[in-house]
């Protein structure tokens, strides 16, 4: 490199240097926190909103602070039924789909199952399915008289008509348990293919059985991650609104979502449901730190991938029959038969428990699409929050996530655990409180805040997909992009977003399918002009079957949609 | 300080909570010359890089580079790693996966905005410099890690700084790569002039590369000087130990009429040693003493049985082959040296005589220096 000279920026004067590092170290620092912060308002505003709320008591126009509300909510047997009752939907979720996810992980990453590929990918696909949809569509597959499957069954084995009750606390356990198996299904998969196959081989060498090498080293050893999944299932299964509302509400079955939306509506008593929503809150609150501490006093035990792969356990005929059948069972249950009770009443002129194809008609499509204002208006809205809630989802996860994984080391503990809080509160709860925030203001049931309550609800699994993916990126890739030169904005653009875009993809898809179905928040702040798909399904159930199952179409194929891009853009999902 | 030192760094310390990773150290390193930074596993090396290439903020001190001042905590001044205009090579080589050779190489002249032409000239000449010239559109991640090692180089040489950091550049590369890219890195600095400070702990990459090494322990400066005088005359046991000297423990007989003249020390029950004094003070009789001698210079013959030895005699207690030398563990009197020799065959259980010149013996007063 001959007469060549040094490639320097102009010089500048010492004060200048010294003032232009402080600029520069104020966007540095400053965008981060300022992420955060925004992070922190939207968690504590309806925290503290409903707080305020529940200790606000009205005695005809007198308003005063008082524990009233709470001594109501306690003296009402109500309560304690809805109580009960979503304890044993949680419950019994969990275990079915604890179980459910650990044998279909199992089989998908252990055997040589032939097919399993396959599975693979279509264990997830009710992970991207709305849950009040599955409510609705087993309703056309099991409710007495009008049941496809109750039909069937009736006619071909005899049994009585009413031999599946849908509506009951048991339905709502079979829905939930297909929704939240690939929950379990994701947690464990990872861990059950990092695992270490010396480990299973050593028990087996030192004479151990397959079934007692399974019960004494598989198991435990994957234990850490069935719990903290089963915790997360638990909460969030006993919090989601959509399936009792579809199978517990119309028998008169109590649940705790379903209790707080009818505390809202008229005549509405807003302190009593106020107060039922800090119980549940500090429920909530509690099991997720319980699930946090859980996970940080097992970290170390993980099980670590020596690159070893595991060997795959050669099924027989009675185990490779076995594992189909429960595979058949799952996606039948879960994916197929819903989508083929959908697609009948969505393409039949009218629904009366029978397919007739001479009645067959994409009519109810067009009229959704272009002939029924609220399907239209829903469809928009709908698109329209996904995509920019998921936007902005993103954004403040990539500054929290920067912020937890390259700021000040100061505090992070504590800004971690306040931004996950919402990670387990149900989004009835979550809507109640920006309910309360916006009552009586200009926001009051526009999209503006229901897009707040969505960020505010779910930007935590955002910012987990972009903090764990930010945790695998070597600090030093940044830091020799600012000693060649480039600033902390340039090193963004040109380092480190490149390299977080899969996590970034991944977080923005998650948030758009979230979106796209959410229901709890909304249904409480939803107002005329303002309706989701999802709202306009519930409003639609009590009218046309025809209509509202083909919305509900509409709303699935965005939804595979975002499936599909999932695929395609091998973004992980166990990032998320 | 010198005043025409071209990188200066006063009193730096650099804390992690309770841990002192950096205490109160000062350099000089002048244009065009290379720094060594020699020292143990967490002794602080990297600290001291990342805190003039300002990637770590120190808890106190001063660093100027090419006469501007860049860190300085009482004057507040801290400027960010960009303004700082210099190049680092890191330990993980750090080359990004998502861009090219070319994009990773030619990153700090696209964040200087230079023009394309002079960007694609340069580029390419210093790919051919590091001998990369035909992988240029290669992904990043498809290199071996000795290339993955060059592309680090070029991006750190390309926009020509002035000061390179180096941080243990070389450890992930096979030994015949090491010697070659050493000489590699001795050429380009020749030819392109910048000054070095370089991070390792592999000594005959210090002391090759540098004209001067720093030893350090425990965040703080055991010795500093040009390689010939580090390696010849360890200033403290710590050195000498690291260095590889035999350190062993005694007690002085005979104290040194001058300061650094010879004396006597005792070992066991009825050893006696004579050396060199390696400490500025005058040494007292009776006081607890440290030994260091180097591996090469304790000679041993073996002795025929029956023969009365002259001077010392021990016994060989294990014996090793490493090439054309061969490395014996002598035992004099339950003190246990080590020596290196061409091979001649001994094994253990074979008495031999123990010559040490007490030129090539330093001893240090013990306690004052710590050891590990
Ligand atoms: N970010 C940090 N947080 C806490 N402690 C740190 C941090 N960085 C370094 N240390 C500590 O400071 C000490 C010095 O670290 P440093 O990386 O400078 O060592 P080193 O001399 O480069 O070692 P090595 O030869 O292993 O690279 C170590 O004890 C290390 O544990
Ligand atoms: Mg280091």
Redesign the interface.
């Known amino acids: 490199m001959q007469e060549s000279t040094a490639v320097r920026r102009d010089p500048m004067t010492a004060a200048t240097a010294r003032a232009q590092s402080r600029v520069g170290r104020f966007a540095e620092v400053g965008l981060p926190a300022s992420g955060v912060l925004i992070g922190v308002l939207l968690v504590l505003g309806p925290f503290l909103a409903t707080v305020i709320r529940s200790l606000l008591y009205w005695d005809r126009d007198q308003v005063s602070l008082s524990l009233q509300n709470f001594v109501g909510l306690f003296g009402d047997p109500r309560f304690y039924q809805a109580v009960g009752n979503t304890v044993i939907c949680g419950a019994g979720a969990t275990i079915c789909s604890c179980l459910l996810g650990f044998s279909l992980a199992w089989i998908v990453s252990r055997t040589d199952l032939p097919g399993r590929r396959w599975f693979e990918i279509f264990n997830l696909v009710p992970f991207f399915l709305s849950p009040y949809v599955g409510a609705v569509s087993w309703i056309y597959l099991a409710a007495p008289h009008s049941g496809v499957l109750s039909r069937l069954l009736n006619q071909y084995l005899g049994l009585p008509d009413d031999f599946i009750r849908i509506y009951s606390l048991g339905g709502v356990i079979w829905v939930l348990s297909l929704f939240y198996t690939p929950y379990v299904y994701l947690f464990v998969i990872a861990p059950m293919r990092q695992m270490d196959a010396a480990l299973e081989d050593a028990a087996r060498v030192h004479g151990a059985s397959f079934w007692y090498t399974l019960r004494r080293i598989t198991i435990p050893l994957l234990t850490p991650a069935l719990l903290s999944s089963a915790l997360i299932v638990f909460v969030t299964s006993a919090g989601l609104f959509d399936v009792p509302l579809a199978l517990a509400a119309p028998k008169g079955i109590r649940t705790m979502p379903t209790e707080i939306f009818q505390l809202v509506q008229y005549p509405s008593d807003l302190g009593r449901a106020a107060s039922f929503g800090v119980v549940v809150m500090i429920v909530t609150v509690l099991f997720t730190i319980l699930q946090r501490r859980y996970i940080d006093r097992r970290r170390f035990e993980t099980v670590t991938g020596k690159g070893y792969r595991p060997r795959l356990v050669q099924l027989r005929r009675g185990g490779r029959f076995a594992a189909w059948m429960l595979e058949f069972v799952y996606l039948g249950s879960g994916v197929v038969l819903p989508l083929i009770a959908l697609f009948m009443v969505s393409f039949s002129r009218l629904w009366t428990g029978r397919l007739d194809p001479s009645v067959l008609t994409t009519h109810n499509f067009e009229y959704v699409l272009f002939g029924f204002k609220l399907t239209q208006t829903a469809i928009l809205n709908s698109v329209y929050l996904a995509i920019v809630g998921a936007t902005i989802g993103v954004a403040l996860a990539v500054l929290q996530g920067y912020y937890l994984n390259r700021g000040s080391r100061r505090r992070r503990a504590l800004v971690d655990s306040l931004l996950s809080l919402p990670l387990g509160i149900p989004g009835i709860i979550l809507g109640l409180g920006f309910l309360i925030i916006a009552i009586r203001t200009p926001l009051y049931s526009t999209l503006a805040i229901i897009l707040i309550a969505y960020i505010a609800r779910f930007f935590p699994f955002a910012t987990r997909t972009v903090s764990s993916m930010l945790l695998a990126i070597n600090p030093e890739l940044e830091q020799s992009a600012r000693a060649s030169g480039a600033s902390w904005l340039q090193t963004m653009r040109y380092i480190l977003l490149p390299l977080l875009m899969p996590a970034i993809i991944a977080a923005w898809l998650l948030l758009f399918v979230i979106f796209i179905r959410e229901l709890g928040a909304t249904i409480l702040l939803y107002g005329q002009g303002t309706e989701t798909i999802s709202v306009a399904l519930v409003i639609l159930s009590e009218h046309s079957a025809a209509t509202m199952t083909a919305l509900a179409v509409v709303q699935l194929i965005l939804l595979l949609g975002a499936f599909m891009l999932f695929r395609l853009t091998r973004a992980s999902l166990l990032q998320a | 300080m010198e005043q025409d030192a071209f990188v200066s760094i006063r009193n730096l310390t650099k804390r992690f909570g309770e841990h002192v990773a950096v205490n109160d150290i000062s350099l000089n390193v002048a244009e065009g010359h290379t720094l060594a930074l020699l020292g143990p596993s967490g002794c602080g090396k990297t600290t001291i890089l990342?805190c003039l290439?300002?990637?770590e903020t120190p808890d106190s001190g001063h660093i100027s580079l090419a006469g501007?001042?860049v860190f300085d905590h009482n004057a507040r001044?801290?400027?960010?790693?960009?303004?700082?205009?210099?190049?680092?090579v890191?330990?993980?080589y750090?080359v990004?996966?998502?861009m090219s050779v070319s994009e990773n190489v030619g990153?700090?002249?696209?964040?200087?905005g230079?023009a394309k032409a002079e960007y694609d000239d340069?580029v390419a000449?210093?790919l051919n410099?590091v001998g990369l010239g035909a992988w240029r559109d290669k992904g990043a991640t498809q290199l071996s890690g000795g290339q993955q090692q060059r592309v680090?180089l070029a991006?750190?040489l390309?926009?020509?700084?002035?000061l390179v950091?180096f941080d243990e550049p070389m450890s992930n590369l096979d030994t015949q790569l090491r010697d070659q890219v050493r000489m590699e890195l001795n050429i380009l600095q020749a030819?392109?002039g910048f000054t070095a400070i370089y991070v390792t702990h592999d000594q005959a990459e210090a002391f090759s590369l540098a004209e001067t090494v720093v030893v350090m322990n425990l965040g703080r400066i055991e010795t500093s000087g040009p390689p010939r005088d580090v390696f010849h005359r360890p200033r403290t046991p710590f050195v000498a130990r690291f260095l590889g000297l035999n350190v062993c423990e005694g007690k002085l007989v005979q104290a040194n009429a001058t300061a650094g003249g010879q004396v006597e020390v005792a070992f066991g029950e009825s050893l006696r040693l004579r050396g060199l004094s390696g400490d500025e003070q005058k040494l007292t009789a009776g006081a607890p003493v440290l030994v260091c001698v180097r591996k090469e210079h304790i000679g041993i013959r073996k002795l025929a049985p029956g023969a009365i030895p002259q001077g010392l005699s021990g016994e060989i207690r294990a014996a090793s082959f490493l090439g054309l030398n061969e490395e014996y563990v002598v035992a004099l009197e339950g003190v246990e040296l080590r020596a290196v020799q061409p091979a001649s065959g001994l094994r253990a259980g074979d008495r031999v005589e123990v010559s040490i010149r007490p030129e090539d013996c330093i001893v240090f007063l013990a306690g004052q220096n710590r050891l590990d």
Request: hydrophobic share 45%; glycine share 4%.
């Open positions: 990342r290439a300002g990637l501007n001042v001044v801290n400027l960010m790693p960009e303004q700082r205009e210099l190049g680092i890191f330990q993980s750090a990004w996966p998502h990153f700090p002249l696209k964040v200087r230079v340069r000449r210093i410099i680090a991006r750190a390309v926009h020509q700084p002035r950091l030819k392109l």
